[in-house]
């Protein structure tokens, strides 16, 4: 019987080289498919809504597989968080119509970044956020930050060597709160998609704004001037989580 099951995966990706499959290096997608493999000794590719970069992590990762298997999505759930690492988690398994397709359906991603923003470090969630020791002037970066909302060519927050056709995307909903009383702040962005290092690169250049290395006019130039040289360092992967991805028809 042929399945197209859906996955909804959760992992932190601080010992991975990332979702995608390589050779020769340990990733999401690969570990995923070989614990597939040894349940039933057949040979699948799980495709992911997106690739995360090496240290990023998930909270909701959505992916499909199709296989001929009387296993039903329940077993898969099961057998599968039997057979992978401790640090990733099979939070759903279901069977799906064989057009759902876990890449080329998104309409939006939501990607949530941690910043640590205080004198000391942590040392429980060290591999979770970026720690930054001098005060930021939230003030500042949230008046950059609004330059971001709309349909924007983004090449200036792109990695470097990049190949994206396309690099305008639609940036829907953007926020930075703080978390507690700890020093912790999240910020938000939703897209309806991201270039490679894009999240990292916008953060990076925020950070810069916050500590008075430049400004929210100088982010909008930036931005504008689609030069990636002109943007911030690209802020470490480990404070980066894949939140959300939604669905036309409903999230998922």
């Known amino acids: 019987m042929r399945q197209n099951l859906r996955l909804t995966i959760e992992y932190d990706g601080t010992n991975y080289h990332g979702w995608q499959r390589q050779k020769n290096a340990s990733t999401v997608q690969g570990t995923i498919e070989a614990a597939i493999e040894k349940m039933t000794e057949q040979s699948v590719t799980v495709i992911g809504s997106g690739r995360t970069d090496a240290g990023v992590h998930a909270q909701n990762q959505i992916a499909h597989f199709s296989i001929d298997s009387k296993l039903t999505s329940e077993i898969f759930k099961k ?11 099979i939070k759903d398994c279901q069977a799906v119509d064989d057009s759902f397709h876990a890449r080329y ?4 991603k939501v990607y949530n970044y ?7 470090p942590t040392a429980l969630f060290r591999h979770y956020a970026w720690h930054i020791k001098k005060e930021l002037d939230l003030n500042t970066m ?3 930050m609004l330059h971001l909302k709309g349909t924007h060519d983004f090449s200036a927050f792109e ?5 994206r056709s396309n690099p305008v995307r639609n940036v829907m909903n953007v926020s930075l709160h703080t978390k507690g009383s700890s020093g912790h702040l999240v910020f938000s962005i ?4 991201f270039l490679r290092c894009m999240v990292r690169n916008i953060v990076g250049t925020l950070v810069d704004i916050g500590l008075g290395k430049t400004s929210p ?8 001037s689609k030069n990636r040289t002109q943007a911030g360092a690209t802020a470490p992967s480990q404070g980066l989580f894949l939140k959300e991805v939604k669905y036309e028809g409903g999230n998922i």
């Not at 359906?105 to 939006?108: A, M, Q």
């Open 79 to 89: 057998g599968l968080n039997s057979l992978v690492p401790a640090d990733i988690v």
């Open 105 to 108: 359906d998104v309409s939006s």
């Open 114 to 120: 941690h910043i640590l923003n205080r004198p000391f």
């Open 142 to 144: 949230r008046e950059a």
């Open 159 to 163: 990695a470097t060597g990049s190949h």
């Open 190 to 193: 939703e897209a309806n998609g």
């Open 217 to 224: 006019t100088d982010f909008c130039d930036i931005l504008h």
